[in-house]
């Protein structure tokens, strides 16, 4: 029971804790610049996952300064303008958002937007700095677009895989330094003589009327520093060495992904 009771305490100061660092973080948000952001990505704010996290923390917020936020954003998201570039990103538009007498126009804009996004020529730019096509284009453009969005894709996970295969060269540089370090100070620390205390204390024994002497040796305080201060580097060292080779074995995983990603579009082509 007692067992019971100190894990679900535990559990409980946890969770404080997270909600106190979460509700600190969220008193930092422009609740009025905040909102109008959400609104121009075509969402409401009961689908905004950060304002859900701040009122699970039970942060307060400015309602006010939300609904005027999201009021303006809205106005902005409904401009004709808005739906031609979000048309142009290669983004859907939320016409639920806008006046069912917009509505016409709005589309207008957008299909232009959606038939530049859907240019072989954007579909090169698009795919080789990292775009992920979502099935924008209508059935006409979607096929030339495809032919030039795998030939930029090929290019950014080339890319992409050289870039990690350079910061493993460099992760491997960096634990080799911090091995070496970590046996200098090893050495270091091996090499502390041992300068002991001596200390003496008797002890009389009335029942058997008898004295003891009890020795304790004590490190100098000196050397106990120095030791206490190496051993702590060391292990620091060794925790930054170990963090290196979770990052190489992502690294690896990640590599592992895109090559099997570059291999398919390889026979597609």
Not at 35 to 56: N, Y
Not at 84 to 110: I, T
Not at 230 to 246: A, G, K
Request: aromatic letters at 6%.
């Amino acid at each position: 029971m007692i067992l019971r009771l100190s894990t679900t305490f535990l559990l409980i100061l946890l969770t404080s804790c997270s909600s106190y660092f979460v509700r600190k973080e969220c008193e930092k948000v422009n609740w009025y610049l905040h909102a109008q952001d959400v609104a121009m990505r075509g969402q409401r704010l009961d689908e905004d996952p950060r304002l859900k996290a701040c009122e699970k923390a039970e942060t307060e917020i400015n309602s006010g300064e939300l609904d005027r936020g999201f009021k303006l954003g809205m106005q902005n998201y409904c401009k004709l303008e808005t739906a031609r570039q979000k048309g142009a990103a290669g983004e859907s538009f939320n016409y639920d958002f806008c006046e069912p007498g917009q509505m016409p126009r709005l589309k207008a804009q957008h299909i232009e937007g959606v038939k530049s996004f859907c240019s072989p020529d954007n579909a090169l730019t698009f795919a080789s700095r990292g775009g992920v096509y979502k099935q924008q284009c209508p059935a006409e453009l979607e096929k030339s677009f495809m032919v030039s969005y795998r030939k930029g894709r090929m290019v950014y996970l080339k890319n992409k895989i050289d870039s990690l295969n350079s910061q493993i060269s460099s992760h491997r540089n960096l634990i080799g330094q911090k091995h070496r370090e970590s046996r200098q100070l090893s050495s270091r620390l091996s090499a502390l003589p041992n300068k002991n205390k001596i200390s003496k204390k008797k002890t009389y024994d009335s029942n058997t009327k008898t004295q003891t002497e009890d020795i304790t040796l004590t490190e100098d305080p000196e050397i106990a520093s120095q030791r206490a201060q190496l051993e702590r580097r060391i292990d620091t060292i060794n925790s930054e060495i170990n963090d290196l080779q979770r990052e190489q074995d992502n690294f690896r995983s990640e590599i592992h992904l895109l090559k099997s990603e570059l291999e398919s579009l390889s026979l597609q082509s």
